[in-house]
């Protein structure tokens, strides 16, 4: 059955591979992405999205600006990981289509509102500031929802914007509180996977040997956004987040997790912004988030380049 998605980003090189993964696959329709203020500016993400939506030839999907910046505080952004562009290094022309006129809340309503319940998957893959606004504008449409599937928080890896947080988390921790608490299923991928899905040199040499324009591109962007994380994490290769959330929605059988309680801290300047996993059930907080803790990584580099090819 094919599985109608909407994915919400701020491209981001790891957020770009995940949109061509998902055209790749013929189980996901993409009803639209949505922009949001992230790794860099919402312009620049706009801008992006348009970009990866050309390269893989759908220009068909529309893709809606959202929220500029967080709900109650100011925008962090990522250059030093993403550099200016936030997909530097793919030496993509610019778009030559335009963005769709509604807001990005108003079309995620919309689509929930007009499609038959439970039929629509969100796929968050940066701040969580356009999800909160819609089910704080719009409250009916959480039971609606068939699931949120998203990139973000870390518990036993710890963080990588903060000792403890998690960046997606960090820049809207009271965003990513709203969706935690709406009562949707919610399956989080953070950084206890994603630190399991490491980018190697000759995966990207590999990509890069194909010499097709979407080989070019993910080989020439990744090689730019692992160069900070190969110096973070000591040579061991960077994470490749943003395509573990569609890799999970096309083979579930690839991850391990538990269904937990998962809370955001949103008022200790120390620690804001961390996700309080309850891993071992400590609590009696209600079960709300199954937090994948692993991923099995062979596969899920076979299953994107895979899909990549084919574009
Ligand atoms: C997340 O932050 C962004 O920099 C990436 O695109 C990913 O969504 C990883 O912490
Ligand atoms: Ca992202």
């Not at 109650?72 to 250059?79: C, G, H, K, S």
């Not at 778009?95 to 006129?101: C, R, V």
């Not at 994490?233 to 929605?249: N, S």
Request: aromatic share 6%; hydrophobic share 40%.
């Amino acid at each position: 059955m094919v599985r109608s998605i909407i994915i919400d980003t701020d491209p981001g090189q790891d957020d770009a591979v995940a949109l061509l993964l998902a055209f790749a696959s013929p189980e996901l329709n993409v009803l639209g992405v949505t922009t949001v203020a992230g790794n860099v500016p919402l312009s620049l993400t706009s801008k992006n999205a348009l970009k990866i939506c050309e390269l893989a030839r759908r220009t068909d999907v529309p893709v809606h600006a959202g929220c500029d910046r967080p709900m109650d505080r100011p925008l962090v952004t990522a250059e030093h990981v993403h550099g200016k562009t936030g997909l530097d290094g793919s030496n993509l022309p610019d778009p030559s289509t335009a963005l769709a006129q509604k807001h990005a809340v108003d079309f995620i309503i919309d689509q929930v509102r007009s499609n038959p319940d439970k039929s629509i998957t969100l796929c968050p893959l940066g701040p969580l500031t356009n999800i909160a606004t819609a089910l704080t504008q719009a409250p009916d449409i959480a039971p609606k929802i068939q699931e949120i599937v998203l990139m973000g928080g870390g518990y036993f890896e710890g963080g990588n914007i903060t000792p403890v947080a998690e960046f997606n988390i960090y820049v809207d921790p009271k965003s990513a509180d709203i969706v935690l608490r709406s009562g949707i299923d919610i399956t989080m991928l953070p950084l206890d996977a994603t630190h399991q899905a490491m980018i190697r040199q000759d995966w990207l040499d590999h990509l890069a040997a194909w010499k097709t324009p979407v080989g070019t591109a993910v080989s020439g962007m990744l090689d730019f956004s692992q160069r900070f994380d190969v110096e973070k994490y000591e040579g061991k290769g960077a994470p490749l987040h943003d395509p573990t959330v569609i890799a999970y929605l096309l083979d579930p059988t690839l991850f391990s997790g538990r269904l937990i309680n998962v809370e955001i801290e949103t008022q200790s300047e120390l620690t804001l912004g961390m996700t309080v996993a309850d891993w071992w059930r400590v609590t009696n907080r209600p079960a709300n988030v199954t937090f994948i803790r692993d991923i099995n990584e062979a596969a899920f580099f076979d299953l994107l380049t895979q899909r990549l090819a084919t574009l």
